[in-house]
T-cell receptor, first 113, second 114 residues
Framework: DTGVSQNPRHKITKRGQNVTFRCDPISEHNRLYWYRQTLGQGPEFLTYFQNEAQLEKSRLLSDRFSAERPKGSFSTLEIQRTEQGDSAMYLC???????????FGPGTRLTVT | LAKTTQPISMDSYEGQEVNITCSHNNIATNDYITWYQQFPSQGPRFIIQGYKTKVTNEVASLFIPADRKSSTLSLPRVSLSDTAVYYCLVGDAGLNTGGFKTIFGAGTRLFVKA
């Protein structure tokens, strides 16, 4: 197993466009997390799945953001009508309950112009 | 969720032991203390986790006093490659509720000099 993977690694888009990111967790991990990180700050929790169920959503996750994990394996994070403030690194992590340790992917860097 | 306070930055030299202290005065009974390391342009990497007393692994040690209101990450004999941001997290896995929320602060930027 090569760890958590995220695609694409970089995305440049124009304001108002929709973007979708994909996360492939470690295969046996049943928990999956999305975070957003801006320069100089720690990662901010966005949402969390246990298997296919989305169990936690941060208030940071506005109506323009949606996340899915349809079969309890990979997950997608979609941002609609992107704004310049959405520019950030989007990190995905996975873990195997009941263990707390989260394994992070390399992130997708989004730039909204 | 318990808030954590860490120094913004620390400097050290190669070969020295580095201790980074984190304050978490309102830690709850069910909370664990976890430390992550992050290099530029990479996701955070788990270092160590503990509940009380002392935990040691091949990378670091974690010291937690009896009142659990603080914790200290100890990195023995640091090298240049230990230059990174270190995050202290306090949280409950929510095993009973099925939820788990992870709160990262701004972290401590450790700079190791030759």
């Amino acid at each position: 197993d090569t760890g958590v993977s995220q695609n694409p690694r970089h995305k440049i888009t124009k304001r108002g466009q929709n973007v979708t990111f994909r996360c492939d967790p470690i295969s046996e991990h049943n928990r999956l997390y999305w975070y957003r990180q801006t320069l100089g700050q720690g990662p901010e929790f966005l949402t969390y799945f246990q298997n296919e169920a989305q169990l936690e959503k941060s208030r940071l996750l506005s109506d323009r953001f949606s996340a899915e994990r349809p079969k309890g394996s990979f997950s997608t994070l979609e941002i609609q009508r992107t704004e310049q403030g959405d520019s950030a690194m989007y990190l995905c992590a996975s873990s195997l309950a009941p263990h707390y340790e989260q394994y992070f992917g390399p992130g997708t860097r989004l730039t909204v112009t | 969720l318990a808030k954590t306070t860490q120094p913004i930055s620390m400097d050290s030299y190669e070969g020295q032991e580095v201790n980074i202290t984190c304050s978490h005065n309102n830690i709850a009974t069910n909370d664990y203390i976890t430390w992550y390391q992050q290099f530029p342009s990479q996701g955070p990497r788990f270092i160590i986790q503990g509940y009380k007393t002392k935990v040691t692994n091949e990378v670091a040690s974690l010291f937690i006093p009896a009142d659990r209101k603080s914790s200290t990450l100890s990195l023995p004999r640091v090298s240049l490659s230990d230059t990174a941001v270190y995050y202290c997290l306090v949280g409950d896995a929510g095993l009973n509720t099925g939820g788990f929320k992870t709160i990262f602060g701004a972290g401590t930027r450790l700079f190791v000099k030759a």
